[in-house]
């Protein structure tokens, strides 16, 4: 079996350190064994949900150090699955609207079940209030944060908003929308872009320009959380993970989103106020 060449659809300028370094290079390794037994992406999310729920499980006992790290490490194994049903959607050129959407669902499911687990541990209305509002603040910025990374993505290539069609799924059009928020203010940039007449160089100075918010804004990935999650039980106080997701977190994509659209917003600018080529004299009309 060849083994597909690596994925370029991730750039590696505001990629995750530990995706760099540990979850994707695991993944990879798994991939030829899952595609030469035809197992789908699909399954692999759904065995990803699996192991988020036994590391739910795990954080249930809390209290004790040793729980704790196994639902550290259950979390890498599901970190390292989400990764892998990608790689196999990919390789395997299954990838899809529903699959996209069933990976997030399951993404967000973990944590749901993480926070119910954590706040039923608990037991006291505080820390149900705290779960519900932390999952509330977990599931926006999470979104907002996926939709930002695939525009940044989709305009390195040079490739402008496109319009797609709605999807017959419900869940998929319920996620799309989600997901679709920032487009009317991230609009004025397509439009340059996609009236560039050098699209190579305008979605260059973009990929480096915006590479910086990007950076701030993956504080947002499932990786922090989980590293989050761990540190708040070892210290013996999970919620001090919730006001994490309530304060810093949403501090920073707020940040991070005005930095963006302000970088989206210079080179706008500086497209306006270019100088228009001047006509060679000889070619001017006599």
Same mark, same amino acid.
């Given at each position: 079996m060849n083994l597909p060449p690596p994925d370029q659809s991730r750039d590696r300028r505001i990629e995750d350190p530990t995706n760099l370094l540990v979850i994707h290079p695991a993944a990879r390794r798994l991939l030829p064994w899952f595609l030469a037994r035809g197992v789908s992406a699909n399954a692999v999310s759904v065995g +990803?949900? @699996?192991l988020g729920t036994l590391a739910a499980c795990a954080y249930g006992q809390w209290q004790a150090p040793g729980f704790a790290v196994a639902g550290l490490l259950l979390s890498i194994a599901w970190l390292i699955a989400d990764g892998l049903d990608g790689m196999i959607a990919r390789a395997t050129g299954t990838a899809s609207a529903l699959g996209r959407a069933? &990976?997030?669902?399951? &993404?967000?499911?973990? /944590?749901?079940?993480i926070y119910v687990v954590l706040a039923s541990s608990i037991g006291t209305g505080e820390a149900w209030a705290l779960?519900?509002?932390? +999952?509330? @603040?977990?599931?926006v910025q999470s979104n907002l944060y996926e939709s930002e990374r695939a525009r940044y993505h989709r305009r390195c290539k040079g490739v402008a908003a496109t319009a797609a069609s709605p999807s017959a799924n419900p869940l998929v059009r319920i996620y799309d929308r989600v997901a679709g928020t920032l487009d009317? /203010? @991230?609009? *004025?940039? &397509?439009?340059?872009?996609?009236?560039? =007449? &050098?699209? !190579?160089t305008l979605a260059g100075a973009y990929g480096e320009a915006a590479a910086r918010p990007m950076r701030l804004l993956r504080l947002m990935t499932a990786n922090v959380r989980v590293m989050t999650i761990f540190i708040a039980c070892l210290a013996g106080n999970p919620r001090l993970f919730w006001w994490v997701e309530l304060v810093p977190l949403t501090a920073i994509l707020i940040l +991070?989103?005005?930095?963006? !659209?302000?970088?989206?917003? $210079?080179?706008? $600018? +500086?497209?306006?106020?270019? =100088? @228009? *080529?001047?006509? =060679?004299?000889?070619?001017? !009309?006599?």
């Open positions: +990803g949900l @699996a069933l &990976d997030g669902l399951c &993404d967000h499911g973990v /944590f749901m079940l779960a519900c509002a932390a +999952g509330v @603040a977990h599931a009317h /203010f @991230a609009a *004025p940039f &397509d439009t340059a872009l996609a009236q560039a =007449p &050098d699209r !190579r +991070g989103l005005i930095w963006h !659209r302000s970088v989206e917003s $210079r080179l706008v $600018r +500086g497209l306006s106020t270019r =100088p @228009a *080529p001047s006509i =060679p004299s000889s070619s001017r !009309r006599t």
